[in-house]
């Protein structure tokens, strides 16, 4: 008897304190995800960042402000990036805002690529489409196609074709700008191919229920709605009881907390027990989508699971990220979540190179060609210089020949968020924290206060920096990457205590019966 009070005690102790604690998270974590779950209901919300902290404030054209750029003539250049679209001229001297068309909010304005065609027209490859540029009207207007998925990462021009593509397919028509006719092409799976996923986006689809495509998604946000009530019900029931003793002893009514604590309290068991398994696993899959337990999986992969969101008969569904058009050799070359390949045409089977540059997990962010044998690649792992037929790869900020990294780390010393090449064919190097690179040659323009006014933060980023836990870097520097693991833990371990603190309960009046 004694030993069976001492685990409940136990279990109440791991369940009570902690499960207080971890209650207001909780409900921020369920909130955020929520929204998260759904971009583009909310890509219209933005929030200043002057209210936020410092970190998010733009600096030097830091936070992927910029990508890229177009040059369009001497006078009219394009620079683009997580700021949108703005014109500029050839001293990058005056901004003028060229976002006219798309839909209200910054996120509706997050930038991939800006193409100016062979034929004159203009495109941008959008996070929530393709559009093209309508000279008369002086505004973008949206493409339609034949695709469910809107993320589109590059244009390109061949010859007096213009290619777009998004994250699964590549489209390809006769250049007319918004009269253009796209092909919508499947390509071929490589050699070897294996129906394989990575690891974390199995666990990152499985924890946003992306996996199960929008039933899953509505699923998870259900579990998210049933966090919040166990995180209110659960303190309902701690701080109520002392309310009703209080009032209890000055003659007050406690009808109505009485019942409000006596329901919470069932609730608060009936959801626990019902859901177990599923908010245990979401806990679970939340802590490895994070470091130091993300780097367990980032680079691994397994099986597609049959039936799900993630077994398709597509072999690069969600895995293309950008494309380029080598006029030298004639080919193409591909931008592949594992590497990149080479084209002969857009119906060939890709063939991975036999070397690869490094590219963080994060995607890749700079990709062209540097000269008739080598490409300039960028991601937040640096920046490289890549020759495929001399297998060699050099640190283009050191000039030093790639040794590979040794000290483990995900990223790179610098995390190169795009380049800009201006008109007179200087290159400036954008890093993600720290902006625009000092230059060896001409100086970069500062960045002006009305671009700044103008670019907010998305209401679906502020989410995700919530949701990593990266909103506290000003409180905790680096060690805000515990947050993720230790509050998914400790929520793991409220959720068990609790679970068999209830059948332990329920054994003990059985037995008495």
């Given amino acids: 008897m004694k030993e069976k009070k001492s685990v409940l005690k136990r279990l109440k102790k791991y369940h009570k304190w902690p499960g207080l604690i971890i209650s207001f998270i909780l409900v921020y974590y369920a909130i955020s995800g929520i929204l998260m779950n759904h971009r583009s209901l909310i890509s219209g919300a933005d929030i200043s960042r002057s209210v936020l902290p410092k970190d998010y404030h733009y600096k030097n054209w830091n936070l992927a402000a910029l ?23 050839s001293l990058m001297a005056d901004f003028t805002d060229f976002n006219a068309g798309f839909p209200k909010g910054i996120d509706n304005r997050k930038i991939y ?56 397919y590549v489209f390809k ?90 329901l919470s309290l069932k609730w608060h068991n009936k959801i626990g027990a019902w859901f177990i398994v599923f908010l245990v696993l ?33 072999p690069w569904y969600d895995d293309l990220r950008d494309i380029i058009y080598d006029a030298e050799k004639d080919v193409y070359v591909l931008a592949g979540y594992n590497g990149l390949y080479e084209l002969k045409t857009l119906n060939s089977t890709p063939k991975l190179f ?9 995607g890749i962010n700079v990709f062209e060609k540097y000269d008739n044998n080598t490409f300039l690649i960028g991601s937040f792992s640096g920046l490289f210089l890549w020759s495929p037929q001399s ?36 290159l400036h190097i954008v890093d993600y924290s720290n902006g625009v690179l000092p230059a060896r040659s001409a100086p970069f323009t500062t960045m002006p206060n009305e671009i700044i006014e103008n670019s907010p933060m998305s209401l679906w980023n502020l989410c995700l920096e919530i949701h990593t836990g990266r909103i506290f870097n000003f409180l905790l520097s680096g060690f805000y990457i515990l947050i993720v693991p230790l509050v998914g ?25």
């Fill in 67 to 89: 990508r890229g750029n177009q040059i369009i003539s001497k006078d009219s250049i394009l620079v683009y990036g997580n700021i949108g679209v703005w014109l500029t001229d």
């Fill in 391 to 426: 297998l060699m790869i050099y640190d283009f900020i050191s000039g030093k020949p790639y040794q590979g990294n040794s000290s483990g780390r995900p990223f790179g010393t610098y995390s190169i968020s795009g380049i800009i090449k201006d008109y007179n064919k200087n």
């Fill in 489 to 513: 833990i400790v929520s793991i371990i409220v959720l068990l205590s609790g679970y068999l603190l209830l059948r332990r309960k329920k054994k003990n009046i059985k037995t008495k019966k």
């Fill in 354 to 362: 036999d070397s690869q540059p490094p590219i963080s997990v994060m």
């Fill in 173 to 262: 028509g006769l250049d007319d700008g918004l009269n253009t006719n796209f092909e919508k092409i499947q390509l071929k799976a490589p050699d070897n191919y294996k129906n394989r996923v990575g690891l974390f986006e199995t666990v990152w689809q499985i924890h946003s229920g992306e996996i199960f495509g929008l039933p899953g998604k509505l699923f998870i946000d259900l579990i998210g709605l049933l966090i919040i009530i166990l995180s209110i019900t659960g303190n309902i029931y701690f701080f109520f009881p002392k309310l009703l003793k209080r009032r209890k002893r000055k003659d007050k009514k406690i009808t109505v907390i009485a019942k409000t604590n006596k």
């Fill in 282 to 314: 979401l806990c679970l899959t939340g802590i490895f989508l994070r470091p130091p337990l993300l780097l367990t999986i980032a680079r691994t992969d397994i099986p597609a699971i049959k039936f799900t969101h993630l077994d398709r008969p597509n």
């Fill in 113 to 168: 690529d800006v193409h100016f065609s062979n034929n004159n027209n203009l495109y941008a490859a959008t996070l929530f489409g393709l559009f093209g540029f309508n000279f008369e009207l002086n505004e973008w207007q949206k493409i339609p196609l034949n695709t469910k998925i809107e993320r589109f990462v590059a244009v390109i021009s061949k010859g007096d074709s213009i290619i777009a593509m998004n994250r699964s």
